[in-house]
């Protein structure tokens, strides 16, 4: 083991044992999942709370955990007293549901678009999930953040006649009207949460005898809010351990703080640091610090590679029809595929990634438009061997929700799928099945799909109580394609830089097609601008390989900055 490595793994045993509270820093590739799954197999120190909460942002990174446990022969770590799993989930189920007064039935949604929530003003509508709400600090009031409404529907709203202030009342009652009926989404859960321990700190009695610690995973994703419920919690005493890298803060439009964060750190009182990366080259350290705030030095590479080759910088052409090599005029990712061909890496190795979908060269982007745009969206992402489980779970309910319609053309259409299947008693796993085989069965989307649909929808099989009623719920409208989403043949996963968070390949093109990329690398602060947050993220994906695709105007001042920087670059 070299020197690096014997100091990489010193930091991680003191975050190992280091008791709580702890605020751990890990740079990208730090191993933090080893070391918050070691701590968690150690066992809690306290031996009248036998459990530990380990909350991570996403489903598949809490399964990272299980399946690790697992492995190591622990399946006991991830079943009761313990508890592993989001941090959506751990707020629902122990902050929100077993305190809510009894009479109040809540479900909770990952969007209002689950219940086709929509405020409309003069004819103009807009979906309610388009309106960002923040909570204010220290109040359980909430604001609407007008910079993050999308700019389609921004124009939609200019045009209506109305003022922001009247579709803002609109926007409050539209969504009470749903609150009211019991549907919530993370946001209300969050603030529901914080009432209840304002109103009543001796809740948290309940973790406190089950839990003798709570690991928060990718601390720097969390909202405001989420900071300060944690910081709630700490303060009534329950041991917390958070883990963050600041630097790979990039959900500002979630109201992600790094005030906030830094001000939780420091009321933990103890900081490990982890900068021991067992991912990248030194190359890519190298090029990933010039992201960084301060004046720190690169992280250390801890592996020691036979080759370690120079960032290839890209001219490239950025247009809607797609993306081309300057010099040759071939496809970027083309140009790509052949550099890390050179080094022996796969494309299923190569991601290619961009802060936008809509600068990528492949059409991994979410669809929205009329239903037939919709559902020929799901059919892709169901006959994709990519997915993941979250587009497949959006997937059939795209598909549910058209068989559903056409069924039952009486059905409330802003309804949850659950709370329709309930309305005409059929069971939801019915409907995934039926939802599934129609999905399947329908061939590729193309001109005249929508009719072939309806054909289905007329003859397929349909559960007993269906009742249609002649051509109401027929699929109507073309299919719409965004321009340059045709897929371009390359077999390379792709996706953007927030899809692709916490994942790693051995080769990665980061597509910057901004045309102020040069000012904003050299100039700009990172702790201040989320973009070059978002380029640090991307950039670190990588363990052997980085490429950057980027205008030529902007080569000579990226690749001179790189170079007083002392990463080693190539034109490509």
């Known amino acids: 083991m070299n020197t690096a490595a014997e100091q990489a793994v010193a930091a991680q045993q003191q975050a190992i044992t280091t008791p709580a509270p702890l605020f751990v820093r890990a740079c990208p590739g730090a191993g933090k999942t080893h070391v918050i799954v070691t701590r968690h ?77 929509a405020v409309t003003l003069n004819h103009r509508t807009v979906p309610l999930s388009a309106f960002t709400f923040v909570c204010r600090t220290g109040t359980f009031a909430d604001d609407i953040r007008r ?82 419920i944690f910081d709630r919690l700490h303060r009534l005493g329950l041991p917390l351990v958070v883990v963050a890298d600041p630097d790979q803060m990039i959900y500002g439009w979630r109201d992600a703080d790094p005030a906030r964060l830094a001000d939780l750190e420091n009321g933990l009182g103890t900081t490990i640091t982890l900068d021991g990366n067992w991912r990248s080259t030194s190359t890519v350290c190298q090029l990933a610090n010039t992201l960084r705030a301060g004046t720190r030095p690169p992280d250390i590479a801890v592996q020691t590679t036979a080759s370690d080759p120079p960032v290839i910088l890209l001219p490239a052409v950025f247009t809607r029809t797609g993306n081309r090599h300057l010099p040759s005029g071939r496809p970027i990712t083309e140009i790509f595929l052949q550099h890390a061909r050179h080094h022996g890496i796969s494309p299923q190795q190569c991601l290619t990634t961009a802060h936008r979908r809509s600068h990528l060269p492949t059409a991994r982007r979410p669809i929205g438009g009329n239903p037939a745009t919709r559902l020929a969206h799901a059919w892709r992402v169901l006959h994709s061997a990519t997915a993941d489980p979250g587009l497949v779970d959006g997937a059939y309910r795209a598909g549910a929700r058209v068989l559903l319609r056409y069924w039952y053309p009486h059905l409330d259409q802003t309804s949850s799928l659950e709370d329709q299947c309930a309305a005409v008693g059929i069971d939801t796993d019915v ?36 009742a249609p009623q002649r051509t109401i719920g027929y699929l109507r409208g073309a299919v719409a394609y965004p321009p340059g989403t045709g897929h371009t043949g390359e077999p390379c996963p792709t996706d953007n830089v927030h899809q692709v968070k916490g994942a790693e390949y051995e080769a990665v093109l980061l597509l910057v097609p901004d045309d102020d990329v040069g000012s904003r690398w050299v100039d700009g602060d990172p702790a201040a601008d989320e973009q070059l947050r978002t380029w640090y993220v991307a950039v670190t994906r990588a363990q052997r390989l980085l490429a950057i695709g980027l205008a030529a105007e902007q080569l000579p001042a990226i690749t001179e900055h790189l170079r007083h920087r002392n990463v080693p670059v190539r034109i490509g």
């Open 147 to 228: 910079d993050l409404l999308p700019p389609a529907y921004a124009s939609l709203i200019q045009s209506s006649g109305r003022c922001w202030d009247d579709w803002v009342r609109e926007v409050y009652t539209v969504r009470r009207a749903y609150c009211t009926r019991g549907y919530v989404t993370g946001h209300e859960a969050r603030q529901l949460a914080l009432q209840y321990l304002d109103r009543d700190p001796d809740l948290v009695h309940t973790l406190r005898s089950r839990f003798a610690e709570i690991v928060v995973d990718e601390a720097q994703d969390c909202s405001a809010t989420d900071l300060e």
């Open 41 to 117: 197999l150690r066992g809690p120190a306290a031996t009248l709370r036998g459990g530990r909460a380990l909350l991570s942002y996403t489903r598949a990174a809490a399964q990272q955990i299980r399946d690790r446990c697992h492995r190591l022969g622990r399946p006991d770590a991830t079943e009761y007293p313990h508890y592993i799993g989001t941090l959506d989930g751990f707020i629902w189920n122990h902050l929100v549901i077993p305190h809510r007064p009894p009479d109040r039935a809540l479900q909770l949604l990952d969007s209002w678009d689950r219940v086709n929530a």
């Open 431 to 466: 409907v995934a099945r039926h939802a599934f085989a129609f999905l399947y069965a329908l061939p590729e989307p193309g001109p005249r799909w929508p009719k072939s649909v309806n054909e289905w929808l007329k003859n397929g099989p349909r559960p007993a109580g269906a």
